[in-house]
């Protein structure tokens, strides 16, 4: 990673923009991808990161880690040829999280709900060691005790020797962790709105599901039902997830595997209220919730709310959608109208978006090749078949294709017809439906909202829907960068208590994504744990010509890049780290 700069002249006075690009390869060129624009990285600008670092932080300093370098040493002989570098670890990342963690002041929540008592590590600390491998380098707990830990620089930051890491003390921590979930959601949402200012008048819900290794016969969370992970094989946990417009966890909850999405509306909207008021929320989620039962209690109960619609709503506004006038365009190539209810109680809106039109077209007519094809080679083995063919089979083969392609399935009229005449005895008969066309014409790129909210406008409804990706962005994170699954416990305790560290991990990604975003560098917290994860610290041994040795634990000086990606953040890297004393072995606990 690097910088590059662009000046330009205006009003006769050069600026100097600069941005922040690494190498991509891409087949077989390597490109460059901006990383952040960092503007013109004035004293103005590294002023206003450094006051955003101070109320993220709030100049929480803990100066027996880090240790000054002394204004003036006497001089001492140094061999030169025996200097040398031990105990290489990873800095960056660690430090980044280790502070993030006390940005939220997670250390003195967990301090006041784990108090210390006989244990040889306190429980907090270890909590900590959990949360930051699931955010730095998500892996097993026995691959943080034998692995990870050791390589990573927080035996100096948190004042625990990696001995004492062990699997058995990270099973331990979060069977101690679990039973303060509640406290920890609560927490994090008035700490969170603090830093961030955040509005907690509209909620985007919606669910997901995990999958297990292994049988997870005695936890009964784990079931089969519908996978997203394509993983039917597995049983799983479905996981329901709130957030705000900003995307900024709220809470979640779990339920078994087989349960589905609509059945979960009434829990979870009871056990946010519960938690945090009966404010006049708006309630977002797509159509895996909607049903008439739900909508009829959010309506009866005076919940406000906003809802996507299966595709079969569309058949009843077919009249609506092929009238010209009343449309309005919320975005280039988005177009929508506003429906009232039957009832007059809601708002339906009509979306037609270009974008969407061209997509479903192309799938359709890829599904209706495929189809197409399939039913084309079918009929010629019926017609070119020596023998007479079982009728089963051959309807079973119809069937498997067009489940395949269930997209365009509706578009074909197909007959299995006796044929004497062949030596099969079947003849298939296929054509496309004229009708099909007709109304995919009309309703491709089509989808409809509805909601009980009467003063918003078509723009307002559909700019809120679309803040749902980021729910989905949200499970994305979890999944492909905290590693979510696949989930190895087998206990149902140890799969919650799993879960609950891959939120807390996922608060502190959000929270570093919101304060990059507002220092000017983009959003992306995995480029900024990887190039923080490259600046380590080292233990720097100088034998003295008099026998002695004098050993310097340093941060490594960051590049130009790392740098500008510190500064821009409004943080100052250490550059010593205090040795401590070796501590006296104590019994195991």
């Keep these: 990673m690097y910088l590059r700069h662009t000046t330009r002249v205006k009003d006769g006075k050069a600026h100097t923009y600069w941005r922040l690009v690494r190498s991509v390869r891409v087949g077989r060129k390597v490109v460059q991808q901006t990383v952040a624009q960092l503007g013109e990285l004035d004293a103005e600008g590294r002023a ?59 250390d003195t929540l967990l301090e006041r709900l784990l108090p210390v008592g006989r244990e040889e590590v306190p429980w907090a600390t270890m909590a900590l060691v959990l949360v930051l491998a699931r955010l730095c380098e998500p892996s097993s707990e026995l691959h943080i005790a034998e692995d990870w830990y050791r390589r990573t620089a927080l035996e100096d930051l948190l004042a625990l020797p990696a001995p004492r890491v062990n ?93 589905t999405d609509v059945t979960t509306v009434k829990e979870i909207v009871g056990t946010m209220e519960a938690r945090y008021g009966l404010a006049q929320r708006i309630w977002v989620m797509d159509r895996g919730m909607t049903s008439a039962a739900n909508l009829a209690w959010l309506r009866q109960t005076e919940r406000r709310y906003l809802v996507g619609t299966p595709k079969s709503e569309l058949r009843k506004w077919a009249a609506q959608l092929a009238e010209p006038q009343d449309w309005v365009t919320v975005r ?141 962005a949200a499970f994305r994170i979890q999944k492909s960068q905290l590693a979510i699954r696949p989930i190895w416990h087998q206990r149902e305790d140890r799969v919650k208590a799993h879960i609950l560290v891959c939120f807390l991990a996922y608060v502190l990604w959000k929270t570093l994504e919101q304060w990059q975003h507002r220092a000017g560098l983009g959003h992306s917290p995995r480029t900024i744990l990887e190039e923080a994860g490259r600046i380590q610290s080292t233990d720097v041994v100088l034998p003295t010509t008099d026998g002695r040795e004098v050993r310097v634990r340093c941060v490594v000086r960051p590049d130009r890049a790392q740098a500008t990606l510190l500064d821009r953040l409004g943080l100052d890297l250490p550059e010593r780290l205090r040795i401590r004393a070796p501590s006296v072995p104590l019994p195991e606990m």
């Excluded at 929480?60 to 002989?77: D, G, K, N, S």
């Excluded at 040829?81 to 280790?98: A, C, K, P």
């Excluded at 996978?227 to 946990?237: A, L, Y």
Aim: glycine residues 6%; charged residues 30%.
């Design 332 to 472: 280039e190539d988005v177009q929508a109208k506003r429906c009232a209810g039957p009832d007059g109680t809601e708002t339906f809106l009509l979306i037609r978006s270009g974008e969407r039109r061209e997509k479903e077209r192309a799938m359709h007519q890829r599904f209706a090749a495929r189809i197409e094809a399939g039913l084309t080679r079918l009929g010629r083995r019926l017609a070119q078949a020596r023998r007479p063919l079982e009728r089963g089979p051959v309807e079973r083969q119809l069937g498997r294709l067009l489940g395949r392609n269930s997209r365009a399935a509706a578009r074909y009229l197909i007959e299995l017809v006796a044929d004497a005449s062949r030596p099969s005895g079947l003849h298939l008969d296929w054509r496309p439906r004229p009708e099909w066309d007709d109304w995919a014409r009309h309703s491709e790129g089509c989808y409809v909202l509805r909601s009980n909210i009467p003063d918003w406008s078509a723009e307002d409804l559909w700019r809120t829907y679309i803040q749902l990706t980021d729910v989905e």
């Design 48 to 106: 206003q990161a450094r006051a955003l670092a101070r109320t993220i932080t709030g100049g929480r300093e803990q100066p027996e880690l880090f240790e000054p370098i002394p204004a003036a040493a006497p001089p001492t002989p140094v061999r030169l040829d025996r200097v040398r570098l031990e105990r290489s670890r990873r800095f960056g990342d660690v430090w980044l999280g280790w502070t993030l963690w006390r940005a939220l002041h997670l």
């Design 167 to 259: 699997d058995d003390r990270c099973y331990r921590a979060l069977d101690r962790l679990l039973p303060h979930k509640t406290a920890l959601e609560q927490h994090l949402v008035q700490r969170l709105g603090e830093l961030f200012a955040l509005d907690y008048d509209l909620l985007l819900y919606d669910v997901t599901s995990t999958y297990f290794e292994g049988t997870a016969a005695h936890n009964p969370l784990a079931q089969r039902g519908h996978s997203r992970d394509h993983r039917p094989d597995c049983k799983q946990v479905c996981l329901a997830l709130v957030v705000t417009r900003e995307g900024m966890p709220l809470g979640y909850e779990l339920f078994p595997g087989n349960k």
